[in-house]
């Protein structure tokens, strides 16, 4: 999951059942909550959905509090629940935090990757040092 800088939320991902899905949603004016919908193609004739209302928030499980919908129709095949099922589920996200980046002196050394001696002059590894 994505939230841009102007609140558009980009969803993609995999269901239980192996059901891909990928959608988008705007956030609200509290600037943290937003819906959840999405058509999910079982077949042509009973698609099933995922919907529901999220909002962005620090609890001790999770960084996205709400329930989501999920409807299965009954399918006339399929290895995953071909009855179907509608249940709700509880989505759980984790927001991402960067790593502060690293200050000082470093060191790497590649060798013996075969690189081209003819531009090394002549040696058999590489040493590349830099501070930041």
């Known amino acids: 999951m994505v939230v841009s800088g102007l609140g558009a ?6 269901l239980a059942d192996g059901m891909a899905f990928a959608t988008g949603a705007q956030l609200e004016a509290d600037g943290k909550t937003w819906t959840l919908y999405t058509a999910l193609p079982y077949s042509k004739t009973a698609p099933g959905t995922l ?21 299965k129709p009954p399918q006339a095949s399929g290895a995953f ?42 040696t058999t590894s590489v040493s590349v040092t830099g501070t930041t």
């Open 81 to 122: 629940y071909p009855g179907g099922f509608a249940e709700v589920v509880t989505p759980m996200a984790a927001a991402y935090k960067a790593p502060a980046l690293a200050t000082g002196t470093g060191s790497i050394t590649f060798s013996d990757g075969e690189l081209d001696t003819t531009t090394v002059t002549g």
């Open 51 to 71: 919907a529901g209302t999220m909002t962005f928030e620090p609890l001790p499980e999770s960084d996205c509090d709400g329930t989501a919908d999920w409807i």
């Open 9 to 14: 939320v980009t969803i993609a991902g995999k």
